[in-house]
Every structure is written in C-alpha cells, then in structure tokens.
C-alpha cells in the first residue's frame, strides 16, 4: 500500500471525487484512512465557501448563497453524513431495545424521524449562514466541514462499535489518528473561526456520545455520520451568534 493510499481513501469515502483504486493488504482501509478525515472536511468546507464567494460576486443575498452552498456540500459528499443522520434520528424514534433500534437503523427507507431531522438540520444551517456576510460565511463553512470530521474520528475513538458487523466495526482508530484529528479540528475551530465555536464544538461531540453509548450501545457507520452533522450545524450557529 503507497504512502498516498490513506488520502485516496479518506477522499472517495467522504466526496464524490474518484480516486481509482488502491490495493490494500487487510480489511482496515477505513481505519487507514481516519487521521485524513479531517483534511478531506477542509476540502469540503472549501468547495462550499467557494460556492458562497461565487454567489456574492454575482450579487445573490447571503441567505441563497449560503442555500446553494450547502446543496452543493451535500452533491460533493453524496449526503453521507444527512443518510447518517436521518438513519440515527429513525433509530432513536423506536421504542424498545437496543436490537430494534439497530434494525430501524438499517431499514432503506427514511422515516418520519429521519426526514425531520435532516430538514432541521439543513433549515438551522441555512439560517445560520443567511446571518453572516460572505467572507464570515466561507470561513464558517471551512471550520465547521472540519471539526464536523474530526468529531466522527474521535467518536470512532472513543466509543466501542454497536455491532459486529457494519461500517461503524471497520473503523477502529488509533490514538495517534485521534489526537491528529482533535488538534486539526480545534485549530481550525480557533484559527477560522473563536474559541466559542470550539466550546460549542465540544457540547455538541459529548452530547453525541452520550446519546450513542446510551441509545446504541456505541457507535455505527450511521451515527459517525450524524456525530459530523450535528457539529457542523452546532459550530454554524455558534458562528452565526458570535459574528452576527
């Protein structure tokens, strides 16, 4: 496996950008790939406050560029991380044992839970950014793609898998990739964006991991997925609050 094989992967698992294939000599690429997650958010969040700079310049209102910003985000990612969210809100929609909640979780079809929370989430971040001029709103959007993928290496981190099976059991991260990403996500959080945003941050990856170890038993493919998600917007609004 070549030294480029952990970008290579981070990148066609998170984006919709190719990157052809890479030889492997186990079943652990998602792990080799973990410490880059962070990395491939900033390209994220870079692509999207692209999008926000290129509405400004054609003279659209902060609320539709930051709209189209995020329709893009989630073209780029192939909505994995709102496909997480909706499959972890069904879950916790069920009443009864870990077992059933697991099951509605693998179930294709979005519920009413599911459908909710990813409107919510996608409204909140387009409000979120309707608040803030261009250059605030693209630097939001970097910090918050960023410390949305570090939350996901440090929940694989530091919570067990739910099942023996599945993508959340493939994704075993080591303390170095852990502490890579940790100090990536909060420079950024810093650097881009305030010190609050980094606190905010910091509630919102608790708050996930209570209610995974909680409601599942630990983590799955699908609550890595809403782990991000639910940083990403938690970080937009403590931006939107702190600059507006």
Do not use: C, N, Y
Not at 74 to 101: K, Q, S, W
Request: proline residues 3%; aromatic residues 2%.
């Amino acid at each position: 496996m070549t030294a480029l094989a952990g970008p290579r992967l981070a990148v066609s698992f998170l984006t919709v950008v190719p990157t052809g294939r890479v030889e492997i000599a186990d079943g652990a690429w998602l792990a080799r790939a973990a410490v880059w997650f962070p990395v491939v958010g900033a390209v994220v969040g870079g692509v999207a406050a692209g999008t926000v700079a290129l509405g400004d310049a054609a003279g659209l209102s902060p609320a539709v560029s930051g709209a189209v910003a995020i329709a893009v985000a989630i073209a780029f990612t192939r909505g994995l991380h709102e496909d997480g969210l909706a499959d972890t809100a069904d879950g916790l929609g069920v009443h009864g044992t870990r077992e059933r909640r697991l099951a509605a979780m693998k179930d294709s079809a979005v519920g009413a839970h599911g459908a909710l929370a990813m409107a919510v989430a996608v409204l909140l971040a387009a409000l979120a950014l309707a608040s803030l001029d261009a250059t605030h709103a693209a630097r939001a959007l970097v910090a918050a793609h960023v410390a949305s993928r570090a939350a996901m290496v440090l929940a694989a981190a530091l919570l067990p898998p739910a099942s023996a099976t599945g993508l959340g059991r493939g994704l075993a991260v080591s303390a170095t990739a852990a502490g890579v990403a940790a100090l990536l996500g909060a420079a950024t959080l810093v650097v881009a964006g305030t010190p609050v945003a980094l606190l905010a941050a910091a509630v919102a990856l608790v708050a996930a991991l209570g209610i995974q170890r909680r409601a599942f038993g630990g983590r799955t493919g699908d609550t890595l997925g809403a782990t991000g998600k639910l940083v990403e917007v938690v970080v937009l609004i403590a931006l939107s609050g702190a600059w507006s």
